[in-house]
């Protein structure tokens, strides 16, 4: 077949003309072509591996906005809740680190 496919057309026909003393059994020029295209197709996958998969990573991560007031949020937090206020978050308590989910300074 790659030998079909990369042989010069004309040649081929030619050889059909001294090979084939028939004309109405001889393939024309056009139909030598069109054969060449065909059998290129069947023979594409055999030469040419497929491409490779793409992955294309897109980051849907929204950007991060930090705003630094300069004060001390736990301060201003003890501050709030002294006042009785409300606040935007959980209620301010004054643990010690090794007291923080019941847990020991030897756990």
Do not use: C
């Amino acid at each position: 077949m790659a030998q079909y496919l990369t042989a010069d057309p004309v040649e081929l026909y030619h050889w059909f003309v001294e090979h084939e003393p028939d004309p109405k059994r001889r393939p024309a020029l056009m139909e030598i072509i069109k054969e060449q295209h065909a059998v290129a197709s069947n023979l594409a996958p055999y030469l040419h591996g497929k491409k490779p998969t793409q992955v294309e990573i897109i980051d849907e991560r929204l950007p991060t906005l930090i705003i630094d007031l300069g004060t001390n949020q736990l301060q201003e937090g003890q501050r709030i809740a002294g006042q009785k206020a409300l606040s935007a978050g959980q209620p301010v308590e004054n643990a010690e680190p090794n007291e923080i989910n019941e847990l020991e300074a030897g756990d």
